[in-house]
């Protein structure tokens, strides 16, 4: 492994402020560029670099290549008291599927459950910031999404399938955090490719094989040949499932059409799939929340096998995460600082403001 590079701390009020600065130099509107920030720093806080402010350039290097519209608004369509349909437009992805889940939260309130199918969009971060929208609105949630091919299917070797992030939740009890699932179907997440390849690391071998099949730690091989599925058949039939739920019934791009957010050939043309849950349906608020904290600390209090130190609730990690760079500041290397100013100067924006 390369050796470690020195950090450099930002504050997540900073990357906010910046972020917005870059958008809406580049023609987004106000409200659009602070849910993008939102959602992008919010992955930096949680730990999720490879989804955080690092994912800009990509972005406005897609604006200035004329196939993602920053000026796009999402739109609503109504189809029954409970379904609603969101065009992105070709817009970003984050003001869309956030129009998706305030939709469904909307009418899970009134009716109990909320579905909103999302066509025409774009890569929208980490999905775990969407279901902390739910999860902040006393909600549950499922937010599936469809990617750009990177994962062969079982038996195949050639790239057909995204590695579509599988995201629920739901809220805590008392003493408890709230459950936040965030998975891809791989063994690992192809934006964690990215970042090794950034901070010149190497991958773990059983990550992705080269474009001659081969196991590979080198990323930028591993970017030319295709992530592994984890679990084998199980990874790649979640992929499917996701392109089922998010492209398919959509109406967007699916079965391997997908584009990409670092191809600049032609739009996006993602599809999200959102659900909402009011998880008092069956029974009192007061008695779901007592059942997750049972649930919980059930858990967590599980016999440890042996070297392990701590069982943790899944989000809970991430959730720690957050609230130490809340009070020290989200980390990134030199280089990571670099590519963000580069952008700052084509668009005549302030550098990014970095703690001392």
């Given at each position: 492994m390369a050796q470690e590079a020195r950090t450099i701390t930002v504050r997540h009020t900073a990357a906010e402020q910046f972020v917005v600065a870059l958008l809406k130099a580049s023609g987004v509107s106000q409200k659009n560029a602070e849910i993008t920030a939102r959602g992008l720093v919010q992955a930096d806080l949680r730990g999720v670099e490879s989804h955080g402010i690092n994912r800009i350039p990509s972005y406005l290097s897609r604006i200035r290549n004329g196939v993602l519209d920053p000026k796009a608004e999402p739109t609503l369509t109504q189809v029954t008291p409970v379904v609603?349909?969101?065009?992105?437009?070709?817009?970003?992805?984050?003001?869309?599927?956030?129009?998706?889940?305030?939709?469904?939260?909307?009418?899970?309130?009134?009716?109990?459950?909320?579905?909103?199918?999302?066509?025409?969009?774009?890569?929208?971060?980490?999905?775990?910031?969407?279901?902390?929208?739910?999860?902040?609105?006393?909600?549950?949630?499922?937010?599936?999404?469809?990617?750009?091919?990177?994962?062969?299917?079982?038996?195949?070797?050639?790239?057909?399938?995204?590695?579509?992030p599988i995201a629920c939740g739901a809220p805590g009890g008392g003493s408890s955090i709230p459950f936040i699932l965030d998975m891809a179907p791989s063994v690992a997440a192809r934006g964690k490719i990215y970042k090794a390849m950034r901070r010149g690391e190497k991958i773990p071998q059983d990550w992705a094989l080269d474009a001659e099949g081969k196991p590979t730690d080198d990323p930028e091989k591993a970017l030319q040949g295709v992530m592994l599925p984890m679990g084998g058949p199980k990874g790649s039939a979640l992929a499917i499932m996701m392109d089922v739920f998010s492209g398919v019934l959509s109406g967007s791009a699916f079965a391997g059409s997908v584009t990409g957010p670092y191809d600049m050939s032609k739009p996006g043309d993602v599809g999200h799939f959102i659900v909402a849950i009011k998880p008092d349906l069956f029974m009192s608020l007061d008695d779901f929340r007592q059942r997750m904290d049972v649930l919980y600390q059930r858990v967590v209090g599980s016999d440890k096998m042996e070297g392990v130190e701590k069982i943790y609730f899944p989000g809970e990690i991430e959730q720690l995460t957050e609230a130490r760079r809340l009070n020290d500041g989200i980390p990134f290397v030199q280089g990571e600082i670099d590519a963000l100013n580069a952008e700052a100067e084509k668009l005549g924006v302030p550098n990014i403001q970095t703690a001392v």
């Open positions: 609603a349909q969101v065009n992105g437009n070709n817009g970003f992805g984050f003001p869309a599927v956030h129009l998706a889940m305030e939709t469904a939260i909307s009418m899970a309130q009134s009716f109990g459950i909320g579905m909103v199918s999302v066509k025409h969009s774009n890569h929208f971060g980490m999905s775990a910031w969407i279901v902390r929208q739910a999860v902040d609105a006393g909600m549950m949630s499922l937010v599936f999404t469809n990617s750009s091919p990177a994962l062969p299917v079982w038996g195949g070797k050639s790239q057909l399938m995204g590695v579509s």
